[in-house]
């Protein structure tokens, strides 16, 4: 089959079109002027210049395509503009859907995330559950909407949707907060630990990848929804992997939770005046999703999809040996 992919170039898109690639599926993949291309090259991928609201080269990228897979996004907790947040995820993600109409592609495969449910009353929820009323970052906020715009396409145009909400994602040369928290660890730049008694749902990238591609080729599954989730962990437990993997001391003290909120605010007040990322990663919207955390049953993925999921140890291992390269 022929996939069109968005978001190639990064951490869960280069998995993604890797697997699609090695299934022997035919990929074209969208890249701006500034993307790093080499591996799409040697999978024998088609690249098409351009970005997600550049309408004209996602229809060259469709056209003769049977599947879009949606992977593009802007993931931070903070940015220097915060107009980014909505250009990519919202007015990004509502051109991929109305350009995929207008090409006719037969699926689209997109990649959201958990935190756009908030707190849910269930707990652990999975994709039955209702989103809580809150999404705790501009971030999942502007997900959120973009994954609402999705579905509403779906139900009155018919747009052929298939949706995937990854968890926190951990592998190897992850260049997004959460592979930046293992660095800030396993270096000692982190003074003290924060929110170690938050649950957190977490997932292998190259999990995530193989739900978004078989959740492309499995028939019948127009509709549907898929949380990829291997494991819920507390920060503690996860602390607790990387120093024992990594050797390294981990601090002594833990910033009481109270604390821990008010420096991030702090911290990202500054931030926003010097335009420069907030110190040891703690932005205030980074803390909020830490500390309100998410129990999440991936169950699904592996009935339906036939998923076995990563040990989160080996995904943590992985990355932190990619980090000492």
Known sequence: MKAFITGATGFIGSHTAERMAGAGHKITCLVRKASKTGRLTRLGA??????LGNRESLLRGMAGCDWVLNIAAAYAFWLPDKRTYTEVNVEGTRNVMECALEAGVSKVVHVSTVAVYGKPADRPFDEASDPGPVRFSEYARTKYEGDLIAWELSRTKGLP?????PGGVLGPDDPKPTGEYIQNLITGRMPALVLTDAVFPWVHVRDVAEIAARAAEKEDNIGEKYLAVAENLTFGTINKMIGEISGVALPKMTMPDVLATANAKIL?????????PPLWGMAADQIRTMKDGAAVDGSKAERELGITYTPIRTALEEAIASYRQ
């Open 161 to 165: 949707l298939v949706m995937v909400y």
């Open 46 to 51: 088609t690249l098409v210049l351009g970005d």
């Open 268 to 276: 990202t007040l500054l931030a926003d005046i010097v335009k420069r």
